[in-house]
């Protein structure tokens, strides 16, 4: 495969099927509404660094992986503040 020289960078593949249905949110707290609106604008980073193009790819996965731990730090806040403020009744 020839590559033309225009075309520089390094591009990962990124699956392109997309959620049909919208994730429900919780309008009721504040703070999980804010939590989830985090979470989702590190994912569209996320998703944006996979789908453009970078230097090296050095970089490329350097930028991903930290964009991976702020999610997973955002995801872990999401979960902790669930657990402590929205119990749910068991059975």
Known sequence: MVVPKEKRGILLSFPTRENATPRPKNESCPEC???????????????????????????????????????????????SHKRENHLRKRA
């Open 33 to 79: 509404g804010c939590l989830e609106t985090a979470y989702e604008v590190v994912i569209a980073e996320i998703k944006a660094i996979v789908r453009g193009p970078f230097p090296t790819v050095r970089e490329k996965l350097t930028r991903l992986y930290h964009k991976q731990d702020e999610r997973d730090r955002i995801l872990a806040q999401l979960y």
